[in-house]
């Protein structure tokens, strides 16, 4: 093979090799460019509901009927990542046929900022997420989480509490418990006995209604999965544990402040 068919040979695969890139460079191009329409005409149809300071809930039944699944699914994880409040219900799983947004108010200038945000570019990575994945994932802790906020509403709320010689007593209304299926029970068990607790009561045993507030929020936030997700049963077996590790140490120092060599040593 001589010079000239190497040449030929290297300069066609460079000039392929380039052309190729460009073309699939182009097409991305083209593609995120479609999404990034997309997802500005869904914004746009959300601001065009704001003049008479509608909330979300109002636009819904609209976005749903003027955006294909197709549609919706490139560009639902990327909206709510830059502040659209899509409900994910913790009881179900999501359902992309018809999106549900929560009812707070539409605002303007935010969503004119979203806008911005998806037209330079700054969204372009969150855009063909799979949305089922993306609010599906957790849903167990968030039904739980659910569960322990209706425990707080149906039985903390009316609840009443004192300290006692030994311990703290609380009191429930009467049949709370019957709300409850006994998988839910399981589920908040040692939150329960965690929330037994002078805290969240006032001197005169009723319940403070801004602690309970902020213990929902916490909750929420996630701060107390580590409780909903611990077997009750294995709560009450590590504090009797702990509690016979403590009379048993009591004892030895019991034993050895009266033990021989100390007796002679007083």
């Not at 601001?47 to 699914?73: G, L, M, T, W």
């Not at 359902?95 to 806008?115: A, C, H, Q, R, W």
């Not at 009750?232 to 019991?254: C, H, L, P, W, Y």
Request: aromatic share 12%.
């Amino acid at each position: 093979m001589d010079w000239v068919t190497i040449v030929v040979s290297l300069l066609s695969a460079f000039v392929g090799t380039f052309f190729g890139t460009q073309l699939i460079k182009r097409a991305n191009n083209k593609k995120i460019e479609g999404v990034r329409d997309t997802a500005i005409s869904c914004l746009e149809k959300i601001k065009s509901y704001c003049k008479n300071e509608n909330d979300y809930q109002s636009v819904q039944s609209e976005f749903n009927n003027a955006f294909p699944i197709a549609s919706k699914r490139a560009v639902l994880v990327a909206l709510h990542k830059i502040g659209i409040p899509i409900e994910f219900a913790a009881e179900q799983a999501f359902n992309i046929k018809f999106v549900s947004f929560l009812p707070e108010k539409i605002n303007k200038t935010e969503i004119e900022d979203m806008i911005t945000q998806i037209k330079s570019g700054q969204c372009d990575h969150l855009f063909f997420l799979d949305p089922e994945t993306y609010f599906n994932e957790g849903s167990v802790a968030r039904k739980k989480r659910a569960v322990a906020i209706k425990y707080i509403e149906i039985a903390i709320k009316d609840s009443t509490g004192k300290d006692e010689e030994t311990h703290f007593l609380q009191r429930f209304p009467e049949g709370w418990h019957t709300y409850f299926s006994p998988g839910e029970m399981n589920v908040i068990g040692v939150f329960k006995k965690k929330l037994c607790n002078p805290y969240y009561y006032k001197l005169d045993g009723q319940v403070k209604t801004a602690e309970l507030e902020k213990l929902k929020e916490e909750v929420r936030l996630g701060m107390w999965d580590f409780y909903l997700s611990w077997d009750v049963e294995a709560f009450d077996s590590m504090n009797s544990q702990r509690m016979i590790s403590e009379k048993t140490a009591g004892a030895i120092d019991i034993l050895m402040n009266i033990s021989p060599w100390n007796t002679k040593q007083n």
